[in-house]
C-alpha cells in the first residue's frame, strides 16, 4: 500500500506570500493519480487540482500543481486571506482500487 | 450543478448499525463510481468503500474487515453505507463522493457519533 507524507504539517505565511506545499509517496505513483484538495473549517473537501497539475473547473491560477514519480507539490503563488484552510494530496491506487490521503498541511496565516 | 446530499447520521451505541444515505442530483448518477470517504474529529481524510457505476465492482478499506456495505440503486440515484457492528473509532463525518481516479464532487457529509 502506497503511503503519502505531506510536508510541512504546518505552515504559517502572510498574505501575499509563496506557499509550497509537498507531498511524497512511498513509492512511484502515476502523475495521472495524483489530486490536491482543500478543506476549510467546518466544509468539505474541494478538488484543486488533478493529474498531479491540472486544475479543477473554477480553480484560481494562482495555484498550480507539479512532480512527477513520488515527489509532488502544490503552490500557491500568491496567498489571498481565503486560501487559509488544511490542504490534502490524495492518490487512486488500482491494486486494488482504493484512494489514499496524505495527513494533511495546514496552512495558517502569520 | 452536481448536488450529493448525505443523511442518516446520528448517535448510535458500539456494536449498533446504521444505514447512510446520499441523494445524487444534477448529473448521470449511473455513468459514475462512487464513494465514501470519512474524517474523524480533527483528524484526516480516509476512503472509506468505492462502488462502480453498474455496482459490478466493490471495494472497502482493509480496517472495516467486513462490517460495512456499500450500495447504490441507480434508478433512485442513490448511495448507501450499512454500517454493522459499529465501534467507536468509526466515530465521523462520512462524505459521499463523486469520482473514479479523484473524488471530484463532495457532499457536506453526515456525522456518525458512536458512543455508549
Known amino acids: 500500500e502506497i503511503v503519502l507524507t505531506q510536508s510541512p504539517g504546518a505552515l504559517s505565511l502572510s498574505p501575499g506570500e509563496r506557499a509550497t506545499l509537498s507531498c511524497r509517496a512511498s513509492?512511484?505513483?502515476?502523475?495521472?493519480?495524483l489530486a490536491w484538495f482543500q478543506q476549510k473549517p467546518g466544509q468539505a473537501p474541494r478538488l484543486l487540482i488533478r493529474?498531479?497539475?491540472t486544475r479543477a473547473t473554477g480553480i484560481p491560477d494562482r495555484f498550480s500543481g507539479s512532480g512527477s514519480g513520488t515527489d509532488f507539490t502544490l503552490t500557491i503563488s500568491r496567498l489571498e486571506p481565503e486560501d487559509f484552510a488544511v490542504y490534502y494530496c490524495?492518490?487512486?491506487?488500482?491494486?486494488?482500487?482504493?484512494?489514499?490521503f496524505g495527513q494533511g498541511t495546514k496552512l495558517e496565516i502569520k | 450543478e452536481v448536488q450529493l446530499v448525505e443523511s442518516g447520521g446520528g448517535l448510535v451505541k458500539p456494536g449498533g448499525s446504521l444505514r447512510l444515505s446520499c441523494a445524487a442530483s444534477?448529473?448521470?448518477?449511473?455513468?459514475?463510481?462512487m464513494n465514501w470517504v470519512r474524517q474523524a474529529p480533527g483528524k484526516g481524510l480516509e476512503w472509506v468503500s468505492s462502488?462502480?457505476?453498474?455496482?459490478?465492482?466493490?471495494y472497502y478499506a482493509d480496517s472495516l474487515r467486513g462490517r460495512f456495505t456499500i450500495s447504490r440503486d441507480n434508478a433512485e440515484n442513490s448511495l448507501y453505507l450499512q454500517m454493522n457492528s459499529v465501534r467507536v473509532d468509526d466515530t465521523a463525518v462520512y462524505y459521499c463522493?463523486?469520482?473514479?481516479?479523484?473524488?471530484?464532487?463532495w457532499g457536506q457529509g453526515t456525522l456518525v457519533t458512536v458512543s455508549s
Open positions: 513509492q512511484s505513483i502515476s502523475s495521472d493519480y
Open positions: 493529474g498531479a497539475s
Open positions: 490524495q492518490q487512486y491506487g488500482t491494486s486494488p482500487p482504493m484512494y489514499t
Open positions: 463522493t463523486r469520482g473514479g481516479w479523484y473524488p471530484d464532487y
Open positions: 462502488i462502480s457505476s453498474s455496482s459490478s465492482y466493490i
Open positions: 444534477g448529473f448521470i448518477f449511473s455513468s459514475y463510481t
